[in-house]
């Protein structure tokens, strides 16, 4: 059944629940901190997986972790000063009133503070306000991310696909593709002055008249049409405009004092990749700690006691596309890669299927292989990786002979073939990609027979 907003049973139903919604609020406040607690452990462990593999998505992952630190700081805050209107509300209880009499202060002090302090029921009533907003803000700042991460993703997938099509092969398409990103950013643009401004750009008759029909297009786009009425209760109300003008330099000093470290040595950096004179412990299997990840590659141990060393080399999209341009007969007909649902691909997983992917290995490995070369110092072997998984990660893994090295520390090299593009040709000649080799990695060990 419909309720009718303007009917007076339903505004003493809502003024009913005004007054008793600071149970709801610490219950949901609660339950909130907890969820958004017990998902920070997996969401990190999602990030390190993302960045070991340069996968794109990492960014949205590192977005929504921020989210949840903001929420929860936004909720611990609100819990904090609930629990401190409920002791006010028992004290007062206990003590009523303040009584400044009592005190037997000074009259200009007592003056002073009946001026700042004012009645014990003020305090309780402004400990009420801040936190029923407090409390709203948190979901209003929840949609604002949503909002952000709904344009940002939209703005990237609708760029790439302009830019992959066939009409950036044209002179007019490429006008067409850079006037449509351009007006895409400056729309954003005029967003987020309005938004900083709080509506500056609605209170112009001259702004407005551009301004609307950006206003309705990103309305949708965003989603903002679901907490509009929620921002706007906000607006027009002095105290909660004085919160949400504040949370803005809080949020930005957050984000500011979280990427704060103590620089201890001019040359010597801890964030520093594996190197001949650097050991970075993702780089060695039996280093890696829980929800860490091997970058680009890793080798079982620092200190090898057996007469061979595993090489395990990290999957990345790159490396495919590498391979493809190797041999293009690699190429699939339909693009694969991407996120999936299983349950769509379900009719898929047949035995004819499987074997089919199995017969590609053969050829895949081979390119792979053809694509990287590795050293051990100055003696150069023959690839052979076959495809695995390490825990999570899938990757190419190999076994390397040590029994002619002698004991103490190695380099192994790992280098790869790749292509790019000839800057120096002339605008008449084809665009062909040229071969060069480049560097993945170098990882110290030491080789101590047993």
């Known amino acids: 059944m419909k309720s009718n907003y303007t009917s007076i049973n339903f505004k003493q139903w809502l003024n009913k629940l005004q007054q008793e919604s600071w149970q709801l609020e610490l219950l949901i406040s609660g339950f909130s901190i907890f969820g958004l607690v017990t998902a920070l452990d997996p969401l990190q462990n999602t990030i390190n997986e993302a960045v070991a593999i340069g996968s794109p998505y990492r960014y949205i992952y590192s977005f929504l972790n921020t989210c949840c630190y903001i929420l929860i700081m936004n909720l611990i805050i ?36 009946k001026k700042r302090i004012g009645a014990f029921d003020k305090y309780i009533s402004n400990l009420e306000d801040l936190c029923s907003i407090l409390f709203a803000m948190t979901f209003l700042v929840l949609f604002y991310f949503i909002a952000f991460l709904i344009f940002t993703l939209l703005i990237v997938a609708v ?48 702004t407005s008249f551009f301004y609307l029909p950006i206003y309705k297009i990103f309305s949708y786009l965003t989603l903002s049409f679901l907490y509009r009425p929620l921002l706007y209760n906000f607006l027009d109300n002095k105290f909660g405009k004085r919160v949400l003008i504040l949370l803005v330099p809080i949020y930005i000093s957050i984000i500011f004092l979280s990427e704060i470290e103590n620089v201890q040595s001019n040359y010597i950096s801890k964030n520093s990749y594996t190197s001949v004179n650097f050991t970075n412990n993702n780089n060695y299997i039996n280093t890696i700690k829980k929800n860490r990840y091997v970058k680009d590659v890793a080798i079982n141990s620092k200190i090898i006691n057996n007469s061979y060393i595993k090489v395990f080399v990290v999957y990345k999209s790159e490396i495919e596309d590498i391979l493809f341009k190797k041999n293009e007969a690699l190429i699939p007909e339909k693009e694969h890669r991407g996120i999936k ?78 292509f790019s593009k000839d800057k120096k040709k002339k605008k008449d000649e084809a665009n062909v990609e040229k071969q060069i080799i480049e560097k993945v990695i170098e990882i110290p060990f030491w080789y101590y027979k047993n």
């Open 78 to 113: 609100h819990v904090i000063f609930r629990g401190l209107w409920i002791g006010t509300i028992g004290l007062r209880y206990v003590s009523g009133d303040i009584d400044y009499d009592s005190l037997n202060y000074s009259e200009r002090f007592t003056k002073y503070l």
């Open 341 to 418: 649902s299983n349950f769509l691909n379900l009719g898929d997983r047949n035995e004819k299927k499987l074997n089919s992917i199995d017969s590609i290995y053969g050829p895949y490995l081979k390119t792979f292989n053809n694509v990287y070369e590795l050293k051990i110092d100055t003696t150069k072997f023959t690839s052979d990786f076959i495809i695995t998984k390490l825990n999570k990660q899938l990757g190419f893994e190999t076994v390397l002979p040590l029994k002619a090295f002698s004991e103490g520390k190695h380099i192994l090299k790992v280098s790869r073939l790749n």
């Open 159 to 206: 760029s790439t696909s302009l830019m992959n099509s066939f009409l950036v092969d044209f002179l007019l398409g490429k006008m067409f593709v850079t006037l449509f990103i351009i007006s895409f950013f400056f729309s954003y643009i005029f967003i987020f002055i309005d938004f900083i401004t709080q509506g500056y750009l609605k209170k112009k008759k001259w």
